[in-house]
């Protein structure tokens, strides 16, 4: 069984940067892309970035310029760099894989890590 194992999340003052780490273990099939989620309190889950097979990014509109996705060469560790953090970033943040031919919807998602708080004091 795949499973996957965020790391990284603290608390940091506005302006200020962390790096989220993915680790996966188990089998990791070639057709599954991975992307990060969060969810703040009292609001829906919400995708923040994606990568696709072909090396592709996408971002949520309120991240792009300040967070970025990457895989490690085995494409079985996915990151997240997170620059001039904003208290509405404060969420928990969590990693997912879904076949990449499916749409980057939370419910194509077939694995879930269990999350990292990432809390960001103004």
């Known amino acids: 069984q795949v499973q996957l194992a965020e790391s990284g999340g603290d608390s940091v003052q506005a302006g200020g940067s962390l790096r989220l780490s993915c680790a996966g273990s188990?089998?990791?099939?070639?057709?599954?892309?991975m992307g990060w989620f969060r969810q703040a309190p009292g609001k829906e889950r919400e995708g923040v970035a994606h990568i696709d097979d072909d090396g592709s990014t996408s971002y949520a509109e309120s991240v792009k310029g300040r967070f970025t996705i990457s895989q490690n060469s085995a494409k079985n560790i996915l990151f997240l760099q997170m620059n001039k953090l904003k208290p509405e970033d404060t969420a928990i943040y969590y990693c997912?894989?879904?076949?990449?031919?499916?749409?980057?919807?939370?419910?194509?998602?077939?694995?879930w890590g269990q999350g990292t708080q990432v809390t960001v004091s103004s």
């Open positions: 188990g089998y990791i099939s070639r057709i599954y892309c």
């Open positions: 997912a894989l879904r076949r990449c031919s499916l749409p980057k919807v939370w419910d194509a998602f077939d694995y």
